[in-house]
């Protein structure tokens, strides 16, 4: 429907990822106008193009940022904005700036996340998100939330197009629900959102995932060997 509206943005085509969309920009300010953000010191968000002006914020604002890499393989990076130049801010939000300019670092030397904004493919009126459907979003807060850096109650974000905003979404006991959603023209506060996961749930990962997720791996290690 993005496609066929005329509203999908780059990068094109919009299939396969967290699509990019006209009015990205008005859908972000309202999560930037939240009394959630104003006061949230570490903020994590993911790294595609409709959530760039959010992290760019971020960055202006004096917050630490938190940027998982793209499928996780290299972990987190931490964005610190008194060691980033001004003129370098923009640069600094993008995908290649976050690398360049980032730290990275091992989630358990994290701060404390105080909110989370994430992409999505779709969300529900119910609070229940849709992904590029291979579950990132869900491993990185199962990871934070293993290692004692977020906690269920944290606030979580999105900001979608109007034509992604569905009233009903099923919910997996993986999956990653929202507090808030943000469309050009909307805003949403879910009431009585449904639980969060309360970590890894290791029997509903696949060898593949471990393999290519290097913190899983290590993290299901130290789970079997104590001692690791």
Known sequence: MLEERGVARFPRPV??????????ERSAEKILMLN???????????????QRLIRQRC??????????????????????PSKI?????????????????????????????????????AASRNGVRIGKGEGYAE??????RELGKVDEDVFIATNIHDLQLIDNLPREPY???????????????????PPRPPGILWDKLDQKKLEEI?????????KNNPRF
């Not at 940027?67 to 964005?79: A, D, S, Y």
């Open 175 to 193: 999956d990653l629900t929202l507090d808030y959603i943000a469309t050009p023209t909307k805003q949403i506060k879910i009431q009585d959102r």
């Open 36 to 50: 959630e953000y104003r006061e949230a010191r570490v903020v994590k968000v993911n790294p595609d193009s409709p």
């Open 214 to 222: 290097p913190l899983l791996k290590e993290l299901k290690n130290c």
């Open 59 to 80: 960055l202006e604002d004096g917050k630490l940022l938190v940027m998982p890499t793209p499928r996780i393989r290299q972990g987190f990076l931490l964005l610190n």
């Open 139 to 144: 491993i990185e807060y199962a990871i934070l």
């Open 85 to 121: 130049p001004r003129s370098l801010i923009h640069h600094a939000s993008t995908i290649k700036g976050a690398f360049k300019l980032g730290e990275p670092i091992h989630p358990s030397r994290l701060p404390k996340i105080d909110m989370i904004v994430v992409g999505s493919v």
């Open 15 to 24: 299939y396969g990822r967290i699509p990019n969309f006209v009015g990205a």
